[in-house]
């Protein structure tokens, strides 16, 4: 190593170090700013104090949107999970032309404008008919969520040996079962990585739909922005901070069971 | 084994299927209609008007000025940080994964919120500023361009580390060992060597930063507001409060089209430095 390699790579830490700090600032900001006990995001928060969690209790219309988030979370990536492994499993298995194709198209929603699927949906389930804002919006995340699915499942499956699968049915199984017994405990981790990725993209998700709520029917993203709005006051901070816990909770799960590393190869 | 085949394209179809119809047919719909005039024929005239408007004008080249400098400013932090990530072990590793990661999981409405709290004119950034001395009294941060780009950036930051970690991972080490001995220079050896192996994942997270970041609305939307519009913007503010669908869908079809080219032209550069090799 010469001397100019050793100012790359000092450099390169220190950029790194830089890094951490710059990506960590905004939710320790959040975290600070909702313990505050004055009415304005002072920073550091006079003194500490709980009151913004109690006052949010008091937000009408929270906990609805809490629930409707999560219902269509769960629902949206489990539906996606399963079309997911059924056409990941093609793409991988399969001999058939344009697979590669396939695996562009299921992922390239990702790289859409968000705002643009959500006009064009709109306009289109107006066409068809469908005003019931609950389907409208389960159909959409299914389409939030489906892209996640595919490219963690996509890279896990092309790194699968299949023929694990041949052998399986060479000992007498049927191939539904194989795929169950054989496919699914080996590539646990990437449906772990998959399924938490989706369900938090689907749980974030505010371009697509703010074209298909209703006035009953406000997702926790477009409820909060509301707030932030009519009225800002650090009890959003409050409720960021839930977000970020689970965020965390979420994190632990996925780095003890399928590793850090792991995850972001997804 | 003709049957097997056709059967495993047969599982493909249900999801395939569901992406016809909910996401690819009402995109192509939403192109086709905006390539229609007020009497359905076919004519580029609403794209016309639209870029006849010197505001529109304006809008249109902000929003790509602020998705290049986003990218440009992510891709900056990007490079180095993805090289370090790849030599860490231990705690710096778990910690820059950990700083990846965890706020990937977080929703960008939180960080869009913390940043435009960190901008105010009373904020803490401002105070900070000051201590150190770089400013004398707190300047406008917040409904600037610089602003957005920061906060862009920062939630955009971890798509373009980790392209790029994914490419510098299999750098085989032994080979800028063999082009020192072979008595290349260390910038020679970044030029000539590691740069252009780590190119594909360079153009891999340039391409979705800089998609993601032209087509970004909750970000400006809590950084910039009303006073900055860009292209989402329009299009929300269109469809939302102006009830001009008409104009928001031509908008729209404009960032579709954007957004395609970038995909295209990313795949089509990654094609070519793939070949290359």
Known sequence: ?266 | MRGALDRFALLATPGLAYLAIVYALPLMLLLAESLRDAEGVLSVRRYTEFFADSFNMTVFWRTLRVALMTTLLALVIAYPTAFALARARGWAQTAILVAMVLPLSVGVIVKAFAWSILFRSNGALNEFLQWIGLIERPIRLLFTETALVIGAANVFLPFMVLPIYAVVRQLDPALGAAAASLGATPWFRFFRVTLPLTLPGVVAGSAFVFSLAVSMYVIPSLIVGERQQTLSMLIARSFLFLRDEQLGSTISALLLVIAVAVVLGSSWLARRLGSRE
Not at chain 1, 162 to 171: G, N, Q
Request: hydrophobic share 55%.
């Open chain 1, 1 to 266: 190593m010469t001397r100019t390699d050793r100012l790359f790579m000092g450099l390169s830490w220190a950029i790194a170090a830089g890094a951490v700090v710059f990506l960590m600032l905004p939710l320790v900001i959040t975290v600070a700013v909702s313990f505050t006990s004055s009415p304005v995001y002072t920073l550091p928060p006079p003194d500490l104090s709980l009151r913004w969690y109690e006052a949010m209790g008091r937000r009408s219309g929270l906990m609805d949107s809490v629930l409707l988030s999560l219902n269509l979370a769960l629902i949206s990536t489990a539906i996606s999970l399963l079309l997911g492994t059924a056409a990941a499993i093609a793409v991988a298995q399969g001999q058939f032309r344009g697979r590669r194709a396939i695996a562009t198209f299921s992922v390239s929603p990702l790289m859409m404008p968000g705002l643009v699927v959500g006009v064009a949906l709109l306009q289109f389930l107006r066409e068809m008919g469908l005003r019931d804002a609950y389907w409208s919006l389960l159909i959409a995340h299914v389409l939030i969520t489906l892209p996640f699915v595919m490219r963690t499942l996509l890279a896990a499956m092309a790194a699968f040996d299949f023929s694990l699968i041949d052998a399986a049915r060479t000992l007498g199984l049927s191939w539904p079962l194989a795929i169950l017994k054989v496919l699914t405990p080996n590539l646990a981790p990437a449906f772990l990585t998959a399924g938490l990725f989706a369900f938090l993209a689907s749980m974030d998700n505010y371009p697509i739909s703010i074209f298909l709520t209703d006035a009953r029917n406000k997702t926790l993203p477009i409820k909060m922005l509301q707030y932030l709005e009519e009225q800002p006051d650090p009890s959003i901070a409050a409720m960021s901070t839930g977000l970020i816990l689970l965020a965390l909770i979420a994190l632990i799960v996925g780095s003890r069971t399928v590793g850090l590393n792991r995850m972001i190869q997804g």
